[in-house]
């Protein structure tokens, strides 16, 4: 395992362009805390641009799990967005007042009275 992380903040670009893109940006909350993120990227890409380096816990060990191909192969950028939870953030636009919170280990199932009866047609 290397020391060194996979992701690092950028910085402001100079001159005109800083100026555009100070006003393409957009608020959202992580784990209740405000962000000022770039608009129209994904969560995921907003969140790492913003300095965030832990999205999720694993439900076995709780080793901290960051965004890893950013394509929606590999899980490990699961937030909960929302309110809904193991959302992947690398597919998800970035919206204004958009609520996300870490996931942190194994999320519950519904109860049964809450679940749709058609996706339990067979009984199983």
Same mark, same amino acid.
């Given at each position: ?9 950028? *910085? ?48 076995? *060990? ?26 992947? *953030? ?35």
């Amino acid at each position: 395992m290397t020391s060194k992380p996979l992701f690092r903040v950028l *910085s402001p670009a100079a001159g005109a362009d800083a100026k555009a893109q100070a006003e393409a940006t957009i608020q959202i909350w992580f784990n209740d805390q405000a962000l000022s993120v770039p608009a129209g990227r994904s969560v995921a890409a907003a969140l790492l641009a913003a300095g965030v380096q832990r999205f999720r816990a694993t439900p076995v *060990s709780g080793a901290p799990r960051a965004p890893y191909c950013m394509m929606g192969a590999c899980f490990e950028c699961l937030v909960e967005i929302d309110g809904m939870p193991s959302r992947q *953030s690398c597919l998800v636009a970035v919206q204004d007042g958009m609520r996300i919170h870490s996931q942190e280990g194994a999320r519950d199932l519904p109860p049964l009275s809450d679940m749709n009866p058609l996706e339990n047609a067979h009984g199983r």
